[in-house]
Nanobody, 117 residues
Framework: VQLQASGGGLVQAGGSLRLSCAASGSFFGINDMGWYRQAPGKQREMVASITRGRSTKYADSVKGRFTISSDNAKNTVYLQMNSLKPEDTAVYYC????????????WGQGTLVTVSS
């Protein structure tokens, strides 16, 4: 399973970015996909996740600003990030959990988001 993330970049505070992550390879189906981030010197944290049924979860720090969505036909997950803050600066990783394999997780290579003040 390969996850290809894209869409990171440099943006000013208050700006927006949209991340995409496309999954490919051999897997029976997707239970859920999500976005995590890791800032320098900090642990990786969950940002948002979405199930195949499109149930969503968000970290408190991004609620109301970020929106996760998916295209099941394309095995792709998106993260629309609005009202970005400098504290959102991090490497963002997408993660896929296959159906029937809740303890298995595949990770993308990460995409850097830098928010300048």
């Amino acid at each position: 399973v390969q996850l290809q993330a894209s869409g990171g970049g440099l943006v000013q505070a208050g700006g927006s970015l949209r991340l995409s992550c496309a999954a490919s390879g051999s897997f029976f189906g997707i239970n859920d996909m999500g976005w995590y981030r890791q800032a320098p010197g900090k642990q990786r944290e969950m940002v948002a996740s979405i199930t195949r049924g499109r149930s969503t979860k968000y970290a408190d720090s991004v609620k109301g600003r970020f929106t996760i969505s998916s295209d099941n036909a394309k095995n792709t997950v998106y993260l629309q990030m609005n009202s970005l803050k400098p504290e959102d600066t991090a490497v963002y990783y997408c993660r896929l959990t296959p159906i029937f394999q809740s303890n298995v997780h595949y990770w993308g290579q990460g995409t850097l988001v830098t928010v300048s003040s």
